[in-house]
């Protein structure tokens, strides 16, 4: 993946600590506005399903992780999903991707943060990558 579009993926997990950082003051549009910067449909639910749902369930009462965390949990992402930016149709590819999510999800309690943060943003954003790489 080139360096420009790695830069833009980093912007878009950057953005979401922030928003972390600072929920007690994130409201729906901040994370509106989020959305449409980024643009990218699986990067969209960086905001929506991830840090959104995670405000959420801290508002209503739930236990947030430590800032530290959140942190550890988003750049964690980042840096796989960097390590795994040119996917490929190998075995070694893909189990080695799951097994660091399992991994990665196992040190954070299987919580839905690092769950939904690593499944359902950064595996589904490299298997898009790799849907389309296949189609050229």
Not at 9 to 24: C, I
Not at 47 to 64: A, D, H, T
């Amino acid at each position: 993946m080139e360096e420009n579009q790695l830069r833009k993926y980093w912007s878009a997990y950057t953005d979401a600590w922030k928003l972390m950082k600072n929920r007690q003051m994130v409201k729906p549009e901040h994370v509106a506005q989020m959305i449409k910067k980024h643009g990218n449909p699986v990067m969209s639910r960086l905001f929506c399903l991830v840090v959104w749902q995670e405000i959420k369930r801290i508002k209503s009462g739930g236990i947030p992780l430590k800032d530290k965390q959140y942190e550890e949990c988003l750049t964690g992402a980042w840096k796989l999903f960097k390590k795994y930016s040119e996917p490929n149709d190998t075995d070694e590819y893909w189990n080695g991707l799951v097994d660091i999510i399992g991994a990665m999800s196992k040190e954070y309690g299987n919580c839905s943060f690092i769950s939904n943060l690593l499944i359902h943003v950064t595996l589904e954003e490299l298997e898009r990558i790799w849907r389309a790489g296949k189609q050229k």
